[in-house]
């Protein structure tokens, strides 16, 4: 690709004699609420397009820019009516026959998460996706369905209803798959669920991710992820091909309750993270304790790039996230690298006997 510096990306744009910044203002000045924070953001957008049809692409790159920004819209709008809920991402193979012991795991995972007011998320196709919307029931359920010519449509839990998303890009569903993942099931299934289970592993493993619980299930005997877990180990872990504490961003688990449980663990007092300007935070539900900090600053030093740890109360002034004001903080400058040991940390800060008693 040729390399182009910032000039290009700031020069004016010029169609005759009309100036497209000024006529984006305006157009922008009666689309956008006057108390919106997103105004740079939308007009960036907008010079975005236009610098594309100021060079007049060729159709094909137009239609994905096209279709990606009308997906993507469509799937905000969607969502929105979600956005306070938490969901859980099931992965599995749409080939899976009811009379299976997986689509009976599977229907019950869903009615599981359910019961604890956890929306389900699938492709919204059969097998495995189909059992988890059936148990988990439509309203808590959302599919995210793929347009292929052969093999795939909504499931009837979610098939022409408003709790369904279509993509005809894969790489717009993955986009959501993970976004709006609170937690991700891998069950059983083909190149598709490899294919998810290793790429929200790489999200994760390298921070582009949130840090969230990714859960390994199968039936009792089965060997689907024991030989997946074992060829990481030994051609991964030991090349040194990823750090062996990357491993530990998976649980493996061999009944739906246990994978709840898990999941139910993992938010018992993490809550969430972020960056703010250097530190990382990790927002929590119960401060911790004195041993609880000492502890952090004996056994995981190693992952402060410089500094320790610190509980930080919430500040209006500093933090201006009043929809997280009731949860406490801890920062530190995470080192960006191990975030195997960053879900160390998370187990060790979720275990109740160090959060403080009155807490």
């Not at 689309?31 to 997103?38: C, D, E, L, M």
């Not at 009811?98 to 019950?108: D, F, I, N, T």
């Not at 600053?297 to 209006?316: I, N, R, T």
Request: charged letters at 25%; proline letters at 4%; a negative charge.
């Amino acid at each position: 690709m040729t390399f182009q510096d910032d000039d290009y990306l700031a020069r004016q744009y010029q169609v005759s004699n009309i100036n497209l910044e000024d006529k984006v203002d305006e157009l922008l000045k009666i689309a956008v609420p006057p108390t919106s924070s997103n105004y740079e953001l939308y007009r960036e957008m907008m010079l975005t397009v236009a610098r594309m049809a100021e060079d007049d692409r060729n159709r094909w790159d137009a239609k994905i820019m096209m279709q990606t920004l009308r997906e993507m819209e469509a799937s905000f709008s969607l969502l929105e009516r979600f956005k306070r809920r938490r969901k859980v991402t099931v992965f599995g193979s749409a080939r899976t026959q009811p009379e299976h012991p997986l689509y009976q795991q599977a229907k019950e995972l869903g009615a599981i998460l359910a019961r604890h007011n956890l929306m389900v998320i699938t492709g919204a196709g059969g097998g495995i996706m189909a059992a988890a919307h059936e148990g988990a029931g439509l309203e808590n359920s959302l599919g995210f369905n793929i347009a292929l010519p052969f093999e795939q449509g909504a499931n009837d839990t979610v098939n022409d209803t408003g709790h369904l998303l279509s993509f005809h890009f894969f790489f717009l569903r993955k986009l959501f798959f993970v976004k709006e993942a609170d937690a991700l099931v891998l069950c059983p299934g083909g190149f598709g669920t490899l294919d998810e289970a290793l790429e929200v592993l790489t999200l994760i493993q390298t921070g582009k991710s949130p840090l969230v619980p990714v859960v390994l299930l199968d039936q009792e005997g089965g060997t689907y992820w024991d030989k997946a877990l074992e060829f990481m180990r030994e051609e991964l872990a030991d090349k040194a091909y990823i750090l062996p504490t990357d491993l530990g961003l998976m649980r493996q688990v061999r009944t739906p309750l246990e994978a709840g449980r898990e999941i139910a663990r993992f938010y018992r007092n993490f809550h969430s993270t972020r960056w703010f300007k250097n530190k990382f935070v990790v927002r929590m539900n119960h401060p911790l304790n004195e041993a609880a900090m000492e502890t952090l600053h004996k056994e995981f030093m190693d992952l402060c790039s410089s500094g320790d740890y610190a509980q930080v109360p919430y500040c209006a002034n500093t933090h201006n996230e009043p929809e997280f004001c009731n949860q406490f903080r801890l920062e530190f400058v995470f080192n960006g690298r191990d975030h195997g040991r960053l879900r160390e940390l998370v187990d060790f800060i979720n275990l109740p006997q160090n959060w403080k008693s009155n807490s």
